[in-house]
């Protein structure tokens, strides 16, 4: 089965810039994640989708963040405008449903830099 | 506030010899507990569990313990392998319909030959 999709995998954008990830998770799987990993950190959440719904927002900087993920399959992550601090690797993961219990897969990440 | 510690950023062991990992949490909410293992330039990948109606897990190689009173557990790797030199993250959650992780920074694992 294939896993899940991320592109691209690297960016580099100037501070004030848009940009914008896409996640295409593995088939089947109801429960979509974004996470943001800053170097020497662990994976932060920022937005879980249950199908085409938000569960849980609460850590998304909703005034530079946004996310959507239409008909319930790809997702795509938007910051405008990016901030030095948003450098960071973006990680999609997707999982069969949302119970803890059910693994959580992991694409490769999007390593953006801020200059 | 950091709800999942791992206080050591790096551990230094020889093939074959026993790979101890600790975490640490602090929300007593917290009763499932995962370890995911991290290549560079991959995503992280799914390990092990355990929920806290156990006081360990074993799979294979893999072994984790917890210690509920101390808000503790560690992750044991025996024998290591020089393919297990990785960071490996301990995450947390309540389970409570629809839960998220918390992750800890991670410990790097390096295993020599």
């Known amino acids: 089965e294939a896993g899940v999709a991320q592109s691209p995998r690297y960016k580099i954008i100037e501070k004030r810039q848009s940009v914008a990830f896409w996640c295409n998770p593995i088939s089947g799987h109801a429960t979509l994640y974004w996470y943001q990993q800053i170097l020497g950190q662990g994976p932060k959440l920022l937005i879980q989708f249950q199908n085409n719904g938000v569960v849980d927002d609460s850590q998304l900087p909703k005034d530079r963040f946004s996310a959507e993920r239409l008909k319930g399959v790809d997702s795509t992550l938007k910051i405008q405008p990016a901030k030095l601090e948003d450098s960071a690797v973006y990680l999609c993961?997707?999982?069969?449903?949302?119970?803890?219990?059910?693994?959580?897969?992991f694409g490769p990440g999007t390593r953006l830099t801020v200059l | 506030d950091q709800q999942v510690k791992q206080n050591s950023p790096s551990l230094s062991v020889q093939e074959g010899r026993i790979s101890i990992l600790n975490c640490d949490y602090t929300n007593s909410m917290f009763d499932y507990f995962l370890w995911y293992k991290k290549y560079p330039a991959e995503g992280p990948t799914f390990l092990i569990s355990?929920?806290?109606?156990?006081d360990k897990n074993e799979d294979g190689r893999f072994t984790v313990f917890l210690n509920k009173s101390a808000k503790h557990l560690s992750l044991h790797i025996v024998p290591s392998q020089p393919g297990d030199s990785a960071v490996y993250f301990c995450a947390a959650s309540a389970d409570s319909g629809y839960s998220t992780l918390t992750f800890g920074k991670g410990t790097m694992l390096l295993v020599s030959p």
């Open positions: 355990i929920s806290s109606i156990k």
């Open positions: 993961a997707s999982s069969r449903t949302g119970k803890t219990y059910n693994e959580q897969f």
